[in-house]
């Protein structure tokens, strides 16, 4: 009892307690106030060992010691099998790395256990997989390049399972489309140093002459390029050899009586590049190579028929005069044959010689290799860049038995530099010489630019040109050391590694300007002509040098930076662009119906009658204009930069004008004929005044007439009027325009990163063309203005309205004529 009153006690106590305090006010002790200013040497005494503490972790974070070896590596050299494999990584990091596995419980595997013969390590698994690869590289549609196997670790290929093309291929290859890292903005950075392509695709034709005299192989050999089209390139002044013409293949109507007579329109079929072979003094016999895209390969093969026959057909027929002198004999032959553009499959596959896995080659004897076919063709590389030249400087090594003169040239060229191209140098200028295996010089290093004086060099004497000979056509011997056979000879140095005539071969170096539009530097483009077998060599070598290897999608985005046309993906004209087109065209439409209804672009069938593009929305505009037909290509030669002072006369020698303007403001023919099937377009290059970048398959329309000196001035106001100019844009922009006045539509286009506009090729009716070429004659001059846009000018000429097929505002845009040669 007295403990449970003991308890009661204190409980009350407790309770009086707590009741007492919730009366009471809380009482809050008097703070001294917060000082005025602050001691900076007190605050950094007090937090001195935290502020060495921090000091020193984060300059030892920064240090090799707590990075991982791989990772001390440039990001395009590190591997995953890096991480536990030391001997993936270069000599200087393998110390560390072996440090960091025995801190580990990883053990790395040592060289003896690597090479332990396992399962899939024998002859036999070697063997089937050498012949596995050779069997996908010969797959028809799908063939493989020399340079496959080192594009196809680090691009998207087409021709392959899971492509957006379905595994079909692209023109008959298997080529590298896009990167597996984003690179188009760095494509456009890297043209400073140097682009690297691959365009061993390009289709080769030979065609040559034999008679008794050299000057009839010429003449005959002259005509047959005329009659199969060639604009370009038949005419006396390229058939030395020394210079590479680019012309276009023309389509001509057959016959020669038929080609005499004038045509009021010849279309353009595709780009075509002709290289006259140097004739040599044992022969009587006169070659010509003819360069084409794969695409119109068919139609530089009927064109040659076509040309062969009206020829055979002429000798029969009485004597008259024709475009170039002949003497109708029957001791000249004619012969005409395609190269082969794809290699053996043993070669694309990375085994040069299908008998190297029986017998590996022990000794430093060079491997009996039989000469390739006379059919086999060869490897295009081009490098594009201000640095170009200084790169193949690296790589390009005169051999010591090569021509003096030859050599001398090869060195002064390279040495010059290639931006821009030396002016004693003409472009297209071919270049051949005799070079050393690069594999003998690798890594390669660049060199640096030279100060030598701009002489003019004499290309040509007596007919005949002096840095270049048939040498390279002429070469048949792949390479008769392998990669291992090299490396032993330059690891016992001395005599051993001296190259020997077998380790020698010709290439040919044909240097080019690339003219851009106004806006964008021009470039020097080199392109390097390896014989068959060297490829992978000569890649790895450039490679190396820090060049950007471009794909299909870069080489096309290069295109449009520069303003220029890319066939065939420009040409409307062509089958293949248009297979291209219906292809595309059936893909977004099958995108666009995948898409529930609610979350559908909703279409503007008022504005484009064609919404996803194809061949149906070139064959309503040339039916809107009233032209129905086939789209044809007017074909355009000249500079792409503006002249000066009024618009330059139209030549109207090889096209048509079906309207004749009054005035005298543009000069035209009396109006011709309209060829049956035929509806003539214009490429053209398409700038944006402002805002907007234009895509496929966006409409042209032009502006009214009456309106466009008012447009001019909103496009360009002064300050004072800037807002004002804004407010009529907007409303002008925001107006419907009707699918009956497209006169063109866009073919390719994107944000330029050259000119910081929008940009896009198209291709425009030749009747609107004309009327934008009268509407800027009529222009009166613009008033002189000082201050005003010195720097990024709004380009103001030949003003159009370019409407986007989906949702979206017409953009105005500047149009100027894109060369097609």
């Not at 680090?154 to 957006?164: Q, Y």
């Not at 068919?298 to 000798?315: F, G, K, N, R, S």
């Not at 794809?342 to 039989?370: C, F, M």
Request: glycine share 6%.
């Amino acid at each position: 009892m007295a403990k449970r009153g003991a308890e009661a006690d204190v409980t009350a106590a407790l309770a009086a307690d707590s009741k007492r305090l919730r009366h009471e006010a809380p009482t809050i002790a008097p703070r001294d106030p917060p000082p005025l200013q602050l001691d900076i040497d007190e605050l950094l005494a007090a937090r001195k060992s935290d502020i060495l503490a921090l000091k020193r972790a984060m300059s030892h974070a920064r240090s090799s010691a707590h990075t991982r070896a791989w990772q001390l590596l440039p990001r395009h050299l590190r591997r995953r099998a890096a991480s536990h494999n030391p001997l993936r990584l270069p000599r200087r990091l393998r110390g560390k790395a072996h440090a960091e596995l025995r801190a580990s419980n990883t053990h790395a595997k040592t060289r003896s256990e690597m090479r332990r013969r396992a399962p899939e390590r024998t002859l036999r698994a070697y063997v089937r997989r050498r012949t596995a690869l050779q069997a996908r590289a010969r797959r028809p549609g799908r063939r493989w390049l020399e340079t496959h196997l080192w594009h196809a670790k680090r691009f998207r290929m087409s021709g392959e399972k899971g492509t957006s093309d379905g595994g079909a291929g692209h023109w008959g290859f298997c080529l590298a489309e896009t990167p597996f890292q984003k690179s188009f903005r760095t494509t456009w950075r890297k043209s400073a140093y140097a682009l690297l392509h691959d365009a061993s695709y390009t289709a080769a034709f030979y065609v040559g002459a034999r008679a008794r005299r050299v000057s009839d192989a010429t003449a005959r050999l002259q005509l047959l390029l005329h009659l199969a089209g060639a604009a370009h390139g038949w005419e006396d002044e390229w058939t030395s050899g020394a210079r590479l013409c680019d012309t276009v293949l023309l389509g001509r109507p057959r016959g020669l009586h038929k080609a005499r007579a004038t045509a009021p329109f010849l279309p353009a079929v595709a780009p075509l590049q002709v290289l006259w072979i140097p004739r040599s003094e044992r022969h009587t016999r006169r070659t010509c190579l003819l360069l084409v895209h794969p695409a119109a390969a068919w139609d530089v093969q009927q064109a040659l028929t076509h040309a062969l026959d009206a020829i055979h057909a002429e000798q029969r027929r009485p004597r008259h005069v024709c475009v170039v002198a002949q003497r109708w004999n029957k001791h000249v032959a004619l012969t005409a044959h395609a190269l082969d553009t794809a290699p053996p499959a043993a070669v694309a596959a990375g085994v040069l010689h299908p008998d190297a896995s029986r017998r590996a080659p022990t000794s430093l004897e060079p491997i009996e290799a039989p000469p390739l076919p006379p059919t086999s063709g060869f490897n295009v590389f081009e490098l594009v860049g201000d640095r170009a030249a200084h790169v193949l400087h690296g790589v390009l090594q005169p051999a010591a038995d090569a021509h003096p003169g030859q050599a001398h040239m090869l060195s002064r060229v390279l040495q010059h530099g290639s931006a821009p191209l030396p002016k004693w140098l003409p472009s297209g200028t071919v270049l051949s010489c005799r070079v050393e295996d690069p594999r003998l010089h690798f890594p390669p290093r660049n060199a640096s630019s030279s100060t030598e004086s701009d002489t003019p060099v004499a290309w040509v004497q007596d007919g005949r040109p002096t840095h270049t000979d048939a040498a390279f056509f002429e070469h048949r011997a792949p390479p008769s050391y392998t990669q291992s056979q090299i490396d032993r000879r330059r690891a016992m140095g001395g005599h051993a590694a001296a190259p020997t005539p077998l380790d020698t071969l010709p290439i040919l170096l044909i240097p080019r300007t690339l003219q851009a539009a106004p806006g964008a530097r021009d470039l020097a483009v080199y392109t390097l002509l390896v014989p068959r077998g060297w490829g992978a060599a000569f890649w790895t070598s450039l490679v190396h040098t820090g060049a950007l290897v471009l794909g299909q999608a870069q080489y096309r985005t290069l295109h449009l930076n520069l303003g220029r046309a890319q066939f065939p993906h420009d040409w409307i004209s062509h089958p293949d662009h248009q297979r291209t087109s219906d292809a595309e065209a059936h893909k977004l439409r099958a995108a666009w119906e995948a898409r529930p209804p609610a979350k559908r672009v909703p279409l503007q069938p008022n504005a484009c009658a064609h919404p996803f593009g194809g061949a149906a929305l070139w064959t309503t505009l040339a039916e809107q204009a009233g032209t129905p037909g086939t789209p044809a290509i007017v074909p355009s030669s000249g500079d792409m930069r503006p002249a000066g002072g009024p618009a330059p006369h139209m030549r109207t020698t090889t096209v048509w004008a079906r309207r004749q303007y009054e005035g005298g403001l543009l000069r035209t023919h009396v109006p011709a004929p309209v060829p049956a099937g035929l509806a003539p377009f214009v490429l053209v290059l398409l700038t944006a005044c402002g805002r907007g970048a234009f895509a496929a398959p966006a409409t042209v329309h032009l502006p009214p007439a009456d309106s466009v000196p008012q447009w001019r001035h909103a496009l360009s106001p002064p300050t004072s009027q800037r807002d004002e100019a804004h407010r009529q844009l907007q409303v002008w922009e925001h107006t419907e325009l009707a699918a009956h006045t497209a006169v063109g539509a866009v073919t390719s286009g994107d944000y330029a990163l050259a000119t910081g506009h929008g940009r896009a090729l198209a291709a425009i009716t030749w009747d609107a063309w004309l009327e934008l070429e009268r509407r800027e004659r009529a222009m009166p001059l613009p008033e002189r203005a000082w201050g005003r846009h010195k720097r990024n000018r709004v380009p103001l000429e030949r003003l159009v309205l370019v409407s986007p097929a989906w949702r979206g505002v017409p953009r105005f845009a500047s149009a100027r004529r894109v060369p097609t040669m």
